[in-house]
């Protein structure tokens, strides 16, 4: 007999139920909430049978999303909201069975004035919490002066020694006094900083820091964050475009005098822990964050372009010059260094001379170029295929084209008589294969040994750029599948 969702075991639905959730709670306004907001609530409600598996699985309420006010008028002036998500804390808290808690407290997208009374039915509740130091992971999603509120109404009441994670998002340019409840964290690892300037978090123990998400960071923060965080394993930065790029008119910052000229040894910050590095950065103008840095046990490195770059610079400037990037190479050292993304960061740029090359001895084993336009594609397959020196460990090579601007450039500047390919796309097909099998021939005639053998090779367009056969043959993709290697090409537009 076919299987029916009714003859399932309560141990299937539990399952089912954990593998429906989101891996975070999160917390939207009143119009849409997000799929965690009541998701255990919801699957409760079907039937008796679902009812009983929801609330034998403990796991489902340890994630908690607090909306404390809404878009709602008659929530905006009242504690109706508040009160409610105090009582679906307890409910929630009392069903987890003493699991370890994620909490995710906010009211995005309301403006107005709160006061601290409008937060008291929150604070009482996890006051009350008898697991209240299992709380793990703690959100706080709040507008204007929200946290300000917030953060009066908890002021020595709340003791959060637990906390292992915390993710804080409110304006960056917003005024207001420090944020001090924030030293009563004592243990915590992971920090997440959404539009939050460092002014507002005093007393916050970086020291202890392993993990560190900063979105949209000015360059002074972020250099600060390392220079007080140095046990720092892994660190992302998505680092905003500088007031001079901004504003050109407008002169010269504070921050871009300090900021706006390549540091010296003495301004520089070493971490000597951190083992995964990730940054998007938006200026091609001033100096990059590496130039700040030294990592010398970085295992994974990838550097990109900020959102801000995108929607501030109409000319298409790198961001990264190959000076700087090999001069961070030489400061840092490279030999734990494994992994290397670069996206839109260098594309424009003259290739160095090969006693210059950043890319010379460097021993990584994946490397990810995004952004690839046709002058970079042929200078690396070039090198790829002469020097054995060229990324002599690469085992694995993806290959991301940018096309969409250049269909949009063609089809406005109609036929074009250049010699230069057509596409990205085409200039990577046209010299990989053979570069490929090259350089795999002569690690074979060594044994394998120097130069590695590339053992994955993939290759993707942006833009809708269909792959017919003669273009296979084109990039030798029979031979190189024939010959051992493992060849993808596709279009990240699901569409094609």
Known sequence: MPTTIASLSSEILSLIFIESLPRRPEVHDGIGRGPFYAAPLIVSWVCKQWRNAALATSILW??????????????????????????????????????????????????????????????????????????????????????????????????????????????????????????????????????????????????????????????????????????????????????????PGEGWNDEDREFGHPPDDTQRVSLDLLESFEVSESCGICPHILEYVRLPAVRSLTLGVSDDHLSTNTEDHDVLHPTVFRNFLTRSGTAHLEELVLL???????????????????????????????????????????????????????????????DELQSSEGDDSSSEPDSSFEAVLAVAGEAILARNARSSANNGNYPSRIQSFTLLSDGGRPVDQSMLDLGQVTALQSSGVEVVIASEDMSY
Not at 189 to 209: A, E, M, Q
């Open 344 to 406: 839109s960061t260098w594309r424009h740029a003259d290739w160095p001379e090969w006693a210059n090359d950043p890319f010379k001895d460097l021993g990584v084993t994946e490397a990810t170029f995004g952004g690839v336009v046709p002058s970079f594609a042929l200078a690396f397959f070039n090198r790829l295929q002469h020097y054995d020196a060229f990324l002599p460990c690469l085992r694995r090579l993806e290959i991301r084209c940018q096309e969409w601007e250049e």
């Open 62 to 247: 340890a994630g908690i999303s607090l909306c404390v006010l809404d878009h709602r008028l008659l929530n905006r002036y009242q504690a109706q909201r508040a009160a409610v998500a105090a009582a679906k804390l307890s409910t929630f808290a009392e069903r987890a069975a003493g699991r370890s808690l994620e909490v995710a407290i906010g009211c995005p997208r309301v403006p107005g004035f709160y006061s601290s009374e409008q937060f008291e039915p929150i604070v009482e509740a996890l006051d009350r919490l008898p697991n209240r130091n299992h709380i793990r992971w703690l959100s706080l999603q709040l507008p204007g002066n929200a946290i300000e509120a917030f953060a009066a109404c908890a002021h020595d009441r709340l003791d959060f020694a637990g906390v292992a994670s915390l993710s804080l998002y409110f304006p960056r340019l917003s005024d207001g006094w420090p944020i001090r409840m924030f030293r009563h964290f004592p243990n915590i690892l992971s920090l997440t900083l959404h539009h939050v300037s460092l002014s507002r978090l005093p007393g916050l123990p970086w020291s202890s820091l392993t993990d560190l998400f900063g979105d949209r960071c000015g360059i002074g923060d972020a250099v600060q964050i390392m220079r007080q965080a140095p046990n720092l394993r892994r660190a992302y930065f998505d680092v905003l475009a500088r007031h001079l790029e901004v504003h």
